[in-house]
């Protein structure tokens, strides 16, 4: 069994469209995240929900928009893709904001 | 200062020796930490938590220095598989005790 699964592991789409990325856990944890790697392997939150309640939102344009329509779920949709949102994207969960984290398998996001 | 600094490496070593590494945090009220490794190409994956008395796993041994502010990973009769990414991770209690990462320190296994 998955416990944090996200679709797609590959996307490639031209600048200026909009894409969505979905992720689920099967953990019965509180917390998800949205974090971006880039190709320098840095790896930086971008969103944290708590029982589908944003509480942390780092500095991200605003084309990128969370949507969680329960705990289980949170959905990244990106606007207006740009060069530079290539990157690998991955969805993580933890019990509590304090707790490790279990990430998904990542979302490789190239835009051409 | 980063808040959380790792020497990037690579750490070139050979099968079989022993390797350590550091991470040094910025924030003295930071109360989790956490060594992650990475793969080439996948997902982070806990390794470790590192406890005030320290704690080991087998081969794998996490230590944490309040007073230096610092936390460690020795690793023991290294396998090929040890081979990745190792990221060192702080809460931040300032920051709604969110997660900070260190940029990783790459370690690479050779026979």
């Known amino acids: 069994d998955t416990a944090v699964s996200q679709t797609p592991k590959y996307l490639v789409t031209q600048m200026g469209n909009d894409k969505s990325i979905k992720c689920e856990q099967n953990?019965?944890?509180?917390?998800m995240y949205w974090y971006k790697q880039d190709s320098k392997k840095f790896l930086k939150i971008m969103f944290s929900?708590?029982?589908?309640?944003?509480?942390i939102n780092e500095t991200v344009p605003n084309r990128f928009s969370p949507k969680s329509p329960d705990k289980a779920h949170l959905n990244l949709h990106i606007n207006s893709l740009e060069l530079g949102d290539s990157a690998v994207y991955f969805c993580?969960?933890?019990?509590?904001?304090?707790?490790?984290?279990?990430f998904g398998n990542g979302t490789r996001l190239t835009v051409t | 200062r980063k808040e959380v600094e790792q020497d990037p490496g690579p750490f070139n070593v050979p099968e079989g020796a022993t390797v350590a590494f550091n991470c040094t945090y910025s924030?003295?009220?930071?109360?989790?930490f956490f060594w992650y490794r990475q793969d080439c190409r996948k997902e982070p994956k806990l390794l470790m938590s590192?406890?005030?008395?320290?704690n080991e796993d087998g081969r794998f041994t996490a230590q944490l220095n309040r007073a230096s502010q610092y936390i460690s990973l020795l690793i023991r009769d290294s396998k090929l598989s040890d081979s990745a990414t190792y990221l060192c991770?702080?809460?931040?209690?300032?920051?709604?005790?969110?997660?900070?990462w260190g940029a990783g320190t790459k370690l690479i296994i050779k026979p």
């Open positions: 993580a969960s933890s019990q509590g904001v304090d707790s490790p984290l279990h």
């Open positions: 953990l019965g944890h509180d917390t």
């Open positions: 929900y708590n029982n589908k309640e944003l509480i």
């Open positions: 924030n003295s009220a930071s109360q989790s």
């Open positions: 590192v406890y005030s008395s320290g």
């Open positions: 991770v702080v809460n931040n209690r300032d920051s709604n005790y969110q997660l900070i």
